[in-house]
């Protein structure tokens, strides 16, 4: 039982990487990952802007895999252009750019005033 959880890690973990390494939004996002946790260590953020912090960056990272899965699931479906699939593919990005606007207020709010 031990062994089919650690194997279930195990694929998890190679999606993450499959995703990295695929995916220049993945990437993007990696970088931005490691710059907000620089300047927080940076700035001292307290429990709480930590734990905002963490919640927003994963809610990108999360909205991105997702985009990124039901892009790799359209285009497996249907090839082809299709405004359906367009359709599908825009409100999952759409899901993604609320997801960073938020995630750049929080960080404005957090870390503007410490810079000023």
């Known amino acids: 039982m031990f062994s089919k959880r650690l194997q279930s890690f195990r694929h998890a973990f190679n999606g993450i990487r499959s995703f ?3 995916e220049p939004n ?7 990952t490691i ?3 620089i300047a927080g260590v940076w700035f001292r953020c307290s429990i ?3 734990a905002m912090l963490i ?8 909205t991105e895999m997702l985009n990124t899965s ?4 359209m285009d497996h479906i249907t090839p082809e252009q ?8 825009d409100i999952a990005a759409g899901a993604v750019l609320i ?12 870390f503007i005033p410490r810079i000023i």
């Open 26 to 32: 993945g990437r993007i996002h990696f970088v931005a």
């Open 82 to 89: 299709h405004p359906g699939v367009k359709r599908i593919k």
């Open 35 to 37: 710059v907000v946790i």
């Open 20 to 22: 990295l390494r695929s």
């Open 99 to 110: 997801a960073a606007l938020s995630a750049a207020v929080v960080g404005a709010l957090i």
């Open 48 to 50: 709480t802007e930590w």
């Open 70 to 73: 039901i892009e790799k699931i």
């Open 55 to 62: 919640i927003v960056m994963a809610m990108v990272w999360l």
